[in-house]
């Protein structure tokens, strides 16, 4: 007892969540169901009450009908014994009264439905001939037919009319009540009838072909919703058996037949294909066999006599349709049940619909409402694809507007986001140029520290040691240079290093000029030295005072009588780079490592100055000396550093 007791205690929590899921299920399946019961009821009482009315006081009924050599008495509507009648087809004769007096607007006679085809003839005389219209001999269309009867044939009192009705399966020949009288009382009907069966399954085979072309468009530029290829080929085959006249018997080619019959069975499979997956379920493999019907009739048609594929439509075809609604109304049952959706009960309403008009289209084929052979399913089945065709083109284009929707919203949010970036930048610039003008300051301020304001302090300290004369004014005269080296560094010179040279060489002639030293000024190449837009006042400084020092070496140490400063442009792998040379022919100095003076240390010390300036520049200082001169090569970079840091 306590196995079995934990055995069910164990099974218990299994069964809990299925119970609720269970009631969820039936909550919604159940009023689905019971909706689709009042459809029914709807659709049965529309079929019996829309039915077209005929003028029943020029209706003839009573015919004698000769077959198969044998006559007899019948009532119209009739159905036959035969399935196929051509050579000797039933002859159904009958008579009508004709009186003058209604003659004034012409007699007609009038054939509300028949199959397949009928001759009538009056007096003897062939007045209709349907055979010769061939969408009027498909059984499927409850085609009427009228014809004027002419006057001539007409005799005061009793006429006779025939009615040889051709049979060519796979349905029994059936002849509805046939009317005689004056064409203004019978046209009314027939054009009512027209209406309703001709040029309405018109209407809708034409929208079917217009959603058909719309849908393969929509399919060929979204290959990965294969939903909308599948049903603009259900429709492409219903516009095909729309508008592709079948052969009247005796064709001689049957082909045309077999497609046409195969289409059904095909299109319903495609329906069923197109629910599973617009309802975004996957299609099984078994599921393919729907199409077996369809192809078994076509490639059947194709090889067998004219007789087979219609029997092979009878017995195959047309169940699969039924098969195929009643798996239409399983699957959108079972989509209202787990969407909820007003798309899956607007499909579901619409199958039980079409499925209603099938059955009693097949209680009339195996005749179990006699006097009702009108078929509505190819009427309703359009309906419904016009309907889900639209539905999906409007589910399309609402896609389209929110998709419209979203990059509009993308769009403004891509602006914001600009403008953001846009205010970002303007605050990064704003901090950048804050950070280099405070660097350049630094190194201007430094740069006077280290040149002005150690001259300043010379000057300060030889006038308090009571020095006079000469050396205060050349401590004095080297503080104002080098304040005008400054001053004229903070010139705006667009990166041509060349204006800053040539202030320089004013500057420089004029200290050699006392010293009676001679300076050749000599530009190699006519561009000069390369534009440099990154060049800043600070590189300009440096550049001009290790051009100073050396200028100072050769008037101080090398006692030179002649300098020459050359300016030239040389190629490089990366571009052309400029290079300044200084050469004096003075006696020149013993350099140590790296070319360094190893025996003066303040000409050491300049030296270091110099190739620090170089190096913070970006620039390479070659130095050679020896008792010919002294040579200084200041190679200028191709890009000079934004930063000291890059210089090392």
């Known amino acids: 007892m306590s196995e079995i007791a934990a055995k069910a205690s164990s099974k218990a929590p299994a069964k809990a969540p299925t119970r609720p899921r269970r009631r969820l299920i039936t909550s919604r399946l159940v009023p689905y169901l019971l909706l689709q019961a009042l459809i029914v009821i709807a659709t049965v009482l529309g079929l019996r009450l829309l039915q077209p009315s005929d003028p029943d006081d020029f209706a003839l009924s009573g015919f004698s009908l000769r077959e198969e050599g044998v006559t007899l008495p019948v009532t119209l509507p009739h159905f036959t014994a035969s399935r196929h009648s051509l050579a000797d087809p039933p002859l159904y004769t009958g008579a009508f009264t004709f009186r003058s007096g209604d003659a004034a607007s012409g007699w007609s006679v009038y054939l509300p439905r028949f199959s397949n085809a009928v001759e009538v003839a009056v007096g003897g005389v062939v007045v209709l001939d349907s055979r010769r219209d061939a969408n009027a001999n498909r059984p499927d269309r409850n085609t009427p037919q009228i014809a004027a009867i002419p ?210 289209d097949m209680l009339t084929v195996l005749e179990i409402v006699s006097n009702d052979r009108i078929f509505v399913s190819r009427l309703s089945y359009s309906a419904m694809l016009v309907a889900i065709g639209a539905g999906l083109t409007w589910r399309f284009a609402r896609a389209l507007n929110q998709v419209d929707s979203f990059a509009g919203q993308l769009v403004t949010r891509v602006r914001e986001a600009e403008e953001r970036l846009k205010a970002s930048f303007a605050r990064e610039e704003e901090r950048a140029r804050a950070a280099a003008l405070a660097n350049e300051r630094t190194r201007l301020m430094r740069d006077l520290h280290d040149g002005l304001g150690g001259q300043l302090v010379s000057i300060v300290a030889l006038s308090e040691r009571g020095h006079e004369g000469a050396t205060i004014t050349d401590a004095a005269r080297a503080a104002l240079k080098d304040l005008r080296l400054v001053i004229d560094s903070m010139d705006d010179i667009g990166g041509d290093l060349m204006l800053a040279l040539g202030s320089w060489r004013e500057r420089a ?65 990366r571009g052309p780079y400029g290079v300044i040379s200084v050469t004096d022919d003075g006696h020149g100095f013993a350099p140590g490592g790296h070319g360094e003076a190893a025996s003066a240390g303040q000409t050491a010390r300049g030296l270091r100055n110099m190739r620090s300036r170089a190096a913070r520049c970006g620039a390479v200082l070659d130095l050679s000396s020896d008792a010919s001169g002294t040579r200084v090569r200041l190679q200028l970079p191709q890009r000079f550093p934004d930063s000291d840091a890059a210089a090392g």
Request: proline share 8%; glycine share 6%.
């Open 151 to 360: 006057a001539s044939l007409l005799r005061e009192g009793s006429n006779e009319i025939t009615v040889r009705l051709f049979v060519w399966g796979p349905l029994k020949g059936f002849l509805d009540t046939v009317y005689v009288g004056p064409d203004a009382a019978l046209r009314p009907a027939y054009e009512t009838r027209t209406l309703l069966f001709v040029t309405l399954p018109v209407v809708f085979s034409a929208w079917q072909s217009i959603l058909a072309v719309i849908l393969a468009i929509m399919w060929l530029m979204r290959r990965h919703e294969p939903v909308y290829g599948v049903l603009a080929a259900a429709m492409v085959l219903g516009v095909v058996q729309a508008f592709a006249p079948p052969p009247v018997p005796p064709a001689a080619v049957s082909r045309l037949a077999a497609v046409l019959l195969a289409s059904a069975p095909t299109e319903s499979a495609l329906i069923v294909m197109f629910a599973v997956l617009f309802f975004g379920w996957r299609w099984p493999r078994y599921a393919m066999l729907l199409f077996v019907p369809g192809i078994v009739v076509f490639v059947v048609g194709l090889i067998g006599g004219p007789p087979l594929p219609r029997i092979l439509f009878l017995v195959l075809g047309i169940p699969t349709v039924g098969l195929c609604l009643a798996l239409m109304a399983c699957v959108t049952a079972t989509a209202v049940v787990r969407r909820q959706d007003a798309a899956s009960f607007t499909i579901g309403c619409a199958v039980t619909i079409v499925l209603v008009c099938w059955i009693q």
């Open 509 to 573: 002639s004029a200290q050699l000029r006392p010293h009676d030293i001679t300076l050749d000024w000599r530009v190699a190449t006519p561009q000069g030295l390369p534009l440099h837009p990154e060049l800043r006042p600070w590189h300009v400084i440096q550049i001009v005072r290790i051009l100073d020092e050396a200028v100072t070496n050769a008037v101080k140490h090398a006692e030179a009588r002649r300098i020459a400063v050359t300016i030239d442009t040389l190629d490089g792998d």
